[in-house]
């Protein structure tokens, strides 16, 4: 089974080698980094670099591909024709076309999730009915060949989600031991729905310092109008 897992500048590391983790053990798979140019990719947290051995152009077709997310890096790559224009080419070939945190925002930009439901990142959420999703808050939403992921972590969930459709129960419980995924939060804070009010205000400061960061004051003026739409 061929899947293809798409990188870009400022991808959140764990959305893409979370769901690497889990499906790279699924017996028959074959995983493919791939970004628009081959070549070194950099994490948002601009410390951690990853080598894609294939390009766009290289890889056209697949079983699976997973689209992560990013803090803004997204808004940068939704903007590139050429990336929208492969999304879609290698969707008419998928089983499976899925993605982690703001990801969702790069399908819905390809056209793929017109009047779906799709789920994203909080902080994003409400960006998805600009491209004609339909905004759901759960940890995994599933529409059709679609399966979106909420934020970061979750793409863990929604590989073993996947995993389990593909392989079935019995190898998706062993892919779940062999990495030890056994999640006990130590607060109840890992959504708005359970995190306090003040809890929420400080990831909020800590999401537009680094986006800042990232995007410097320029980017932030330009893409201002859907930084206003983000919770």
């Given amino acids: 089974m061929k899947i293809i897992i798409y990188l870009y500048n400022g991808i959140t590391m764990l959305d893409a080698i979370g769901p690497y983790e ?3 053990n699924m017996t028959g798979a074959e995983l493919y980094f791939v970004a628009e140019n081959a070549g070194e990719v950099t994490a948002d947290s601009g410390l951690i670099h990853v080598n894609a051995k294939y390009s766009i152009n290289d890889i056209r077709e697949a079983d699976i591909v ?3 997310g990013s803090t803004v890096g997204f808004l940068k790559e939704m903007e590139k024709q050429n990336v929208r224009q492969w999304i879609k080419e ?3 070939h998928t089983k499976w076309t899925a993605s982690v945190c703001t990801g969702s925002l790069l ?6 999730l017109h009047k779906r439901n799709a789920t994203s990142h909080w902080k994003t959420m409400n960006l998805l009915r600009d491209y004609g999703a339909v905004p759901t808050r759960e940890r995994i939403v599933e529409q059709g060949k679609y399966i979106t992921a909420a934020g970061v972590s979750a793409g863990i969930d929604m590989a073993l989600y996947l995993s389990n459709k593909i392989v079935g129960e019995a190898e998706t419980k062993a892919i779940q031991l ?3 995924y056994d999640p006990k939060p130590l607060f109840q804070a890992g959504s708005v729905l359970t995190a306090g009010d003040d809890t929420i205000k400080t990831a909020e400061k800590r999401l537009a310092k680094e986006a800042k960061r990232e995007l410097g004051t320029m980017g932030i ?3 201002s109008k859907k930084f206003l739409k983000m919770r």
């Fill in 66 to 68: 997973i689209i992560p």
């Fill in 90 to 92: 290698v969707d008419r």
């Fill in 107 to 112: 399908l819905a930009s390809a056209g793929l």
């Fill in 22 to 24: 889990v499906l790279r």
């Fill in 178 to 180: 062999i990495i030890e």
């Fill in 221 to 223: 003026i330009r893409y």
